[in-house]
DNA sequence: AGCAATTAAATTGTGCGCAATCTATATAAG
DNA sequence: CTTATATAGATTGCGCACAATTTAATTGCT
């Protein structure tokens, strides 16, 4: 019952035009911040993604798959290979929670560990790369977040 | 030669954490907008890619894979497989340039050109799920934008 | 205790993204 | 004309994302 009232600023013609859709630029900026953050996680053997988890583990060591997912909006589809290369690189370990079978509990080996230490340039290499200003990162996360929030919670009215 | 410049805001420790990450919720947004377009465009037996070499095509028929990659940011590891299933689907032919062999001409079937009346409503469906004000969606492209620029020319100097 | 419903994670299959490499055509230089 | 170089696209291989399904453990209900 929920129709959208929302005045639109373009014609329906208009809205087909690849300049005017507002979401290509978001997904263009996107792949581009994943490429340029390659080189730099090279060094750590990590994709743009691992390296998201291990920021995860560093700042609390031995969460769940399902932890991890709702953090970074994520399902074990997406995590559970990614986990086990992890695993693979021994970067962490894939046990299980004691009181129930079914939760794995991520814990970082000594070797992922270490591997904070040689992260800790990767930001500041990032924001050189970006260039934006403190404002501008501001309104960015604002804007996407918002985006997130609308388009996550499918059920909540408006 | 170029080292940074830039006085970062946060300290070594503090960038690591991921809520300081600025990159995270432009990657999270833009899969939260993938996905809220999959049902818009499932319809169609399209993907978000797949629409958005469409609308290259409605406007402007017959470009080569170059044309789709420069205007896209993507390669041909990427389009070749996708062009491939858009013909599968008889949306588009795969031909090849008179005058120059190398060149593929990507030309729009009568299915495919036919395809656009129904796509007219996608982008009006997706303002509702999104909800930014037309301010917001300009500054949202301005500072995507702005990011592509900076990470897709490393070549030139600041 | 016994059984249905729920939950956590794994699995399967499709479609990107992209680096690296390869093939084929076209152009340039000698 | 011939060899070198450049260009357009295809191929290969890996790692996401995610829908859909499956497996196994736990909880709730009676």
Known sequence: MSSCTNKPTLDAEEALLLKNQICFPLYSAANAVIRAYRPLLEALELTYLQYLVMLLLWEKDGVSVKDLGQQLHLDSGTLTPLLKRLEAKQYLTRGRSETDERIRVLNLTTEGKKLRERALTVPGAMACKVTLDTNELIQL???????????EGDDHPG
Chains 1, 2 share one sequence.
Request: contains cysteine; hydrophobic residues 35%.
């Open 141 to 151: 996360r604002n804007l996407c977040e918002k985006i997130i929030d609308r388009l």
